[in-house]
């Protein structure tokens, strides 16, 4: 972990929707950040603009992919990144998923919106052991077809073959889809796994992971094997400026992946 | 696999009774099953495929509000007054399920009171969902700035 950005270059951009980009980074020069696992993010600086934390979406060979969908003026500048720009990253920072802690069980991953995108590299890790878990479960909420993240690779996933069992629900379908429409807690009835043996790993909005949580341990799943990541409005990265506090925790050191045991109460809270 | 809703929400015993009295059916993609404003008569449980339902909006194709998979309850207008349909459904993809006569459940729900209590606590579980599923979408959460502007 840094405290003071390191240079990385944009290799790539690709468009995954209207709004929404992946940007693929590599070490600028010499220095480089410590390996980065699922679920840990990076502070990535736009120069003259200002920095925001991002999880990795896919963590290669050298390389960093962020997700980063525009919504306001330092994501926009990261949007508009072209290859051979310069960005800044510190990091890694929080707690990440901690796959391994799965081990053994069934592991099922509920997405909302952009919240597919820290948890990518989840999946891949699963299917890159697939005798270290049961059955991988996917299920992908987004706004409309058009708002789906990593389409093709959802694609080649829901048409099976894999181990991966993986469908993706809209809020508001176009008149050519053919998929499913609602909630993403409505794709669990389809889903393969043993409540009293599987993990969970949900990211989105926090409307969407409390819904998605009671309705887990409704199901049977233990508070403390449903693993949440929150978003708080992280700053330092290194649990010193107190943006990110929510109770007794900073998100940054603390989360932003925290059990759904300790997540409860504190998102019951207004204000906190 | 994971206890669906039909059957987590009803006991064996009541499961048991209504499959005694169901029929199992199976349609073709693109089958309707019901018009909104026509007469209730029927309900369905999924056991494969999915159902889509929609609303009838004039000049335009009828939108999908929802859709159902394994083990959920298709129609629900069946045991309310007066018996009608709110929506239209649709079958997305080849729909195995099983089909059940509404008067004939009414019926058996006035003889047995147990039986009568866990049919409409079921319905009424669907119901609910169906309303708290609907108000979270209400919130628009994907869109940028989710439920509303940023304070």
Redesign the interface.
Known sequence: MTGVPVPYRVVRTRPETA?TVSITLAPAGTAALAPFTPGRFAMVYAFGVGEIPVSVSRIGAGELVHTV?S?GAVSAALCALRPGDRVGLRGPFGTGWELPRAAGRDVLVVA???GLAPLRPLVLAALAAPDAHGRPNLLV???TPG?VLYAKQLSDWAAGGGPLHCAV?V?R?S?T???????V???????????ANTTAFVC??E??IR?TARELVR?GLAPDRVRVSLERNMRCGTAHCGHCQLGGALLCRDGPVIGWDLARDLLTVREL | ?????WD?ALGAEHRARLTRIAREVSFPAGTRLFEEGRRADRFWIVRAG?V?LDIHVPGR?AA?????????LVGWSWYFPPYEWHLGAET?STVQAYEFDAATVRLLCEEDAGFGRAVASWVGGVVADRL??TR??L?????????GDLT
Request: proline fraction near 7%; hydrophobic fraction near 35%; charge should be neutral.
């Open positions: 709004d969908r919504v909302g919106g952009i909420g987004a706004r708002d629900t809020d379908p008149p889809w053919r998929g499913r429409v609602g909630l807690t409505e794709l669990l009835n389809e889903a393969w796994f043993d409540p989105g909005p409307a969407m819904a199901r | 696999m994971t206890s669906t809703a987590s999915t889509a194709r999908v509000v929802e859709t159902l998979g394994r083990g959920e997305t708290r599923a979270i979408r919130l628009d959460l994907y869109a940028p700035y989710g439920s």
